[in-house]
């Protein structure tokens, strides 16, 4: 089941050492770091790693993230990286670490290829013939009943 956006707003903050029982967290600084989570979300999908975020303009902590669970650590993790500066926190080498290796595993699985349009002058190359057929030098177009 995926988890709400507080609890990986909480996750990052508990990656800062600021947990939530220990540390009196205001809902101002709360939906800083929601702010934050989404702007890291919309640029992961401009630089195309798709994670069916709940990307929402009226975003609230208690609404589902939709991120699949083999995400969840490099996302709080690096949420606690874009937000430590503001609370005077130094990450740790693991953090850091987690965070860029995770980042780079995303990267590989949920990255999608942008399509593109198959252009009708393709040039079908040498040895690329059917069993007798000659349909010529190009490549058939899609969807064509060729």
Do not use: C
Request: glycine share 6%.
């Amino acid at each position: 089941m995926s988890k709400t956006k507080r609890q990986i707003v909480l996750a990052a903050f508990n990656e800062l050492s600021l947990a939530d029982y220990e540390y009196d967290l205001t809902p101002g600084e709360l939906q800083k770091a929601l702010d934050q989570l989404d702007d890291m979300m919309a640029e992961w999908e401009i630089r195309d790693i798709f994670l069916s975020y709940n990307l929402t303009s009226d975003s609230s902590l208690d609404d589902l993230s939709n991120i699949p669970s083999s995400a969840n650590q490099t996302v709080y993790t690096n949420l606690a990286k874009r937000i430590a500066p503001s609370h005077g926190k130094i990450l740790s080498n693991e953090t850091k670490a987690a965070a860029s290796r995770g980042l780079k595993m995303l990267q590989l699985k949920a990255s999608k290829p942008r399509q593109m349009e198959l252009d009708p002058y393709v040039v079908a190359g040498a040895g690329n013939r059917y069993r007798g057929i000659n349909r010529g030098p190009f490549l058939p177009i899609p969807g064509s009943a060729t």
